[in-house]
């Protein structure tokens, strides 16, 4: 028999049992004969989060006592993905918990699949930072990751008649066990109204904002948990009420359902994820979003001071504020106002802290990304931020003048605001200036920052431009998606170290040529690809041969990534074996996942063609299975796990230039998939570690990319010039795909043929011979296997906890604060 605490806090089996049922009973109300799938699942996440709390509340104390430094990472997303399996591997209860749940008759699996993932991002980005709050708790690292509480997250998709539908994600829906609700932490945010001056009671003229509306943020606390360490880091996300404090009476005479209607329309703000790969539509929404939660998070972090520390001068020392994207880059200007504005500091003060406070990530080179907002709708919204925008601008270009005398050439470009047509604010120029680091995702992308993007800057500023190549955590990429790997790896290297230190995955090299290795090794290849057969079964219909090469790309939509020229390899494949019938030929699956943004028609009629080509191919009698194509619908967090351990392949093939650093090329990598790839972003570097041998390269480099642009590109010439590349689209065109409907892709071949932005074409030939290469050293098993290790061993440098390292040295100058067990 436990007491009562040990069942809340206990590790024991017993204790776990004991807890599971207590929870059961006095928070779900059941008891084990009537309840459901879901109830189970609270019951276990209820027990899983007692043991954190006690661990989360150590932590607090511990650094509120030693005022330690804090990371705020302040970002606009965060993919987080399911709970309950990656907080059982960092508590390291799963084979405890496992027993306990068979003990009670339970299916533990079923538990854990019953839970909705946080889709609160929508791709790399968002789970960029999730990775980082992993790794940030790991290594010990003070920190609080600041974002929005959205109602709903990334759309679900559906496939109908093979296009992508979207439904809403209400992901709230059954309630959150994780999140803990601080209705006391609650600030108020202003939107809209004037500025006014006024003289305080120094007689010193002041600036002071009169709203039009304050909406109140309010606090949900989630603890992220780090592997195997007592320290636990919260990541606050906040919600939009409708303010107490804010007199609607007063705006609202006699208009009962007015105010009402406001109170509504105040909560819209934290209602909907935007996607961030969408041409930016000038939403006020989303800016409205931007300041929200910015606002919230720097007042936060000053009430923490107060707190903690006391004055604000030593701002600066107590927080480290990197943003993540320009999405969060108003808190530049929001940081000066409340220390101008609340706190009484002058302009030298306040942009003294500010500027030693932020540091600005960027995530993409491509123009039509970068966020820019119109000075008419950011000064109807933010009247205040515009001067101070405006003010900060003035200081900056009087110093670029001193520096390069006459080049208004160069003001003009550097300038916070752009004047050519409508004015715009700059958001990623406020950020570089607000901050005393930038930094790019990959070495490739970070070289682009300083000579292309950003050249300006980095002739002005050359010490504050860095690079830190991205990272993955393998808590989640390993041990949670493939614990069959996961435990080969522990037993060969003899120690399961290699999960906090990945560099240890050396160890297996030793091992690359063992017999008993390869089998094993095989063999656990093998179960991944038959569940992940059985899984896309179940919901697709489509069955895949365990044995045929999985040949997986699976990342948002985009031109950019080229899912397109993966298609065109395809269409190769099913021409071949036409014409060909009998020729010896490796059995291929190819599989897709990846969602395409609502508005963006090109990557939905990508969707709807691969849908097309997987319909003809997998129904064709003579193709008999040798090739089959399947789009799993809904890629996210959780049906990643399925894909990674079961690839062989992993597509990392956008054009050179574009794909700022790719972090599924990781995930892959590290789960024993082969890379066929261009030198772009991360699979650059991923390359060096592995071997270029153990690495499948294809395809111009970014260089080529500029030269060939600046000669001129005309796709239309490789269209004539190769028969094969021509059949293959002219297949596209025949209606075969589209039951006779000659016209369906046309916008699609069209742009391949006369504009192809991403070079497609120039790109075609060299992939088809490397996909070639490919298909035979797939048939050396022995060989494929050697590589498939190699790749694992080699994949140290790209955990999450090396990128959070490298930042906390050379960027953030933080320090470990351990918390023991
Ligand atoms: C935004 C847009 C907006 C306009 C249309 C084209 C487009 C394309 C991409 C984006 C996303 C920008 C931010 C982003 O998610 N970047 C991703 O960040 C990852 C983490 O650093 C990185 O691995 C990916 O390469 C990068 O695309």
């Known amino acids: 028999d436990v007491d009562r605490e040990s069942t809340r806090t206990g590790m024991s089996k017993t204790a776990l049992k004991q807890g599971f049922l207590d929870n059961l009973f006095y928070i779900q109300g059941r008891f084990r004969e009537v309840a459901t799938p879901h109830d189970l699942y609270m019951a276990a996440a209820y027990t899983t989060r007692d043991r954190i709390l006690e661990r989360w509340i150590k932590s607090a ?53 019953e839970e909705e993932e946080p889709g609160l991002g929508n791709g790399g980005l968002g ?11 790991t290594l010990q690292i003070p920190s609080i990751g600041y974002g929005i509480r959205y109602e709903f997250g990334i759309f679900d998709q559906t496939i109908e008649d093979g296009w992508q539908v979207e439904k809403s994600d209400n992901w709230l829906r059954n309630g959150n066990p994780w999140e803990i609700p601080r209705p006391k932490i609650r600030f108020p945010v202003f939107y809209g109204g004037y500025t006014e001056q006024y003289r305080d009671h120094d007689d010193r003229t002041r600036t002071r904002w009169v709203p039009a509306q304050i909406i109140d943020g309010v606090a949900y606390d989630t603890p992220i948990l780090g592997y195997g360490v007592g320290n636990v880091n919260l990541l606050r996300l906040w919600k939009a009420e409708a303010s107490e404090s804010f007199d609607f009476q007063a705006f609202n005479v006699g208009n009962y359902y007015g105010a009402v209607h406001a109170k509504i329309e105040a909560e819209t703000i934290s209602k909907v994820l935007y996607p961030n790969d969408e041409p930016e539509a000038g939403k006020e929404l989303r800016l409205k979003q931007q300041f929200f939660f910015v606002s919230c998070s720097i007042q936060d972090m000053i009430r923490l001071q107060f707190n903690t520390v006391g004055p604000l001068d030593s701002f600066a020392e107590k927080f480290v504020v990197q943003l993540n994207d320009t999405h969060p880059s108003l808190a530049v200007a929001e940081l000066m106002r409340l220390l101008m504005d609340e706190h009484d500091m002058d302009w030298d003060r306040a942009w003294d802290i500010t500027h030693r406070v932020f540091c600005y990530t960027n995530h993409t080179l491509l123009p039509e990304a970068l966020e820019t907002w119109s000075v008419s709708l950011f000064e109807r919204l933010l009247p205040r931020h515009l001067e101070i925008v405006y ?61 292309t993007l950003f050249k300006d800057f980095h002739d002005f500023w050359p010490d504050r431009f860095h690079n830190v190549t991205n990272g993955v955590t393998p808590r989640r990429f390993m041990v949670v998606a493939n614990p069959r790997l996961a435990r080969l790896i ?40 038959r569940d992940l057969a059985a899984w896309l079964k179940h919901r697709t219909g489509v069955l895949l041969d365990p044995e045929a090469i999985f040949d997986v790309q699976a990342k948002r939509i985009h031109e950019y990534k080229r899912q397109h020229l993966n298609l065109l390899h395809i269409i190769r494949c099913y021409q071949r074996i036409k014409q060909s019938p009998n020729q010896d030929m490796v059995p291929r699956a190819f599989i897709f996942g990846g969602k395409a943004a609502p508005g963006y028609f090109m990557a939905k009629l990508i969707i709807k063609l691969i849908n097309a080509v997987a319909e003809v191919i997998n129904n064709d009698p003579q193709i008999n ?7 799993m619908p809904d890629f996210n967090v959780k049906n990643g796990q399925h894909l990674y351990p079961a690839a062989n392949l992993s597509e990392q093939i956008s054009l050179a230039g574009k794909e700022a650093s790719g972090t599924g090329n990781m995930k892959f990598s590290m789960n024993g998939a082969l890379t066929i790839g261009t030198l772009d972003g991360a699979n650059v570097e991923i390359r060096e570690e592995v071997g270029k041998e153990n690495f499948f390269l294809f395809g111009m480099s970014a260089d080529e990319v500029g030269q060939h642009q600046r000669e001129g590109y005309r796709p239309w010439e490789y269209y004539a010039r190769d028969a094969e590349l021509k059949s293959d ?56 296997t050697r590589m498939s290790i190699l790749n694992v061993a080699r994949m140290g440098k790209f ?16 320090e470990p604060h351990p918390i023991g067990l």
């Not at 955990?799 to 933080?814: F, P, V």
Request: net charge negative; hydrophobic share 40%.
């Open 729 to 784: 689209i002219d297949l596209i065109n025949s209606g075969l795909f589209s039951h006779g409907d000659t016209q369906l892709f046309r916008p699609l071949t069209d742009r391949l043929v006369n504009q192809d932005p991403f070079m497609v074409l120039a790109d075609y030939r060299a992939y088809i011979a490397c996909q070639d290469h490919v298909a035979e050293a797939y048939r050396d098993h022995q060989h494929w």
């Open 61 to 113: 104390q511990h650094y509120k006592s030693n005022q330690s430094r804090t990371v705020c990472y302040l970002s606009a997303e965060f993919l987080l993905g399911p709970h309950l399996a990656n907080n059982l591997v960092n508590l390291g209860i799963v084979e405890t918990a496992t027993e306990a749940a068979h003990e009670l008759g339970l299916d533990f699996d079923a538990i854990i699949a």
């Open 625 to 631: 299975g040798f090739i089959r194509v399947v789009f």
């Open 391 to 451: 003010e900060i601008n003035r200081h900056f270009l009087d110093e670029v003048r001193i520096r390069f005398l006459g080049d208004e050439e160069r003001v003009r470009r550097m300038s916070l605001i752009a004047e050519d047509g409508e004015r715009r604010v700059r958001m990623a120029n406020l950020a570089v200036v607000g901050s005393r680091a930038v930094n790019g995702v990959a070495a490739l992308h970070s070289e682009l920052v300083k000579t």
């Open 799 to 814: 955990s999450s906890d090396r990128a959070i390292r490298e930042y906390a040295e050379h960027i953030w100058r933080t």
């Open 490 to 529: 522990s037993e060969t290297c003899g120690s399961d170290d290699w999960i906090r230190d990945l560099g240890r995955l050396r160890d297996l090299e030793a091992h690359a040529m063992d017999s008993g290795l390869h089998e094993r090794w095989h063999a656990v290849k093998i179960a991944a690809k």
């Open 127 to 137: 789970r960029l930072a999730a990775c980082f709050m992993d790794s940030l708790s």
